[in-house]
């Protein structure tokens, strides 16, 4: 069993940093719109930061939903390694 907590742990770890390349991306101007990483960065990290956004009830001049998609995501980990284990 362990060896599934550890697939489990690098996927997610693996997400964590895709989500903060994203955050890092919004930083920096993008010189091409085809750009196929930074696309990939949006594909893979929308689907999870588009819901967060839809439920925070105010809009701010800062997206808070990378932060808030972060913490879900250490405690989502968290509880399934422990189901796991």
Do not use: C, H
């Amino acid at each position: 069993m362990p060896d599934i907590a550890i697939i489990i742990s690098t996927a997610f770890r693996v997400l964590f940093f895709i989500i903060l390349a994203r955050v890092i991306l919004s930083w920096i101007p993008i010189g091409s719109p085809n750009n196929v990483i930074v696309n990939f960065i949006y594909e893979i990290t929308e689907p999870i930061l588009a819901p967060i956004r839809k439920l925070i009830p105010f809009q701010l001049p800062l997206d808070f939903s990378p932060i808030i998609a972060l913490i879900l995501l250490r405690v989502l980990e968290g509880f399934i390694i422990g189901l796991v284990r």
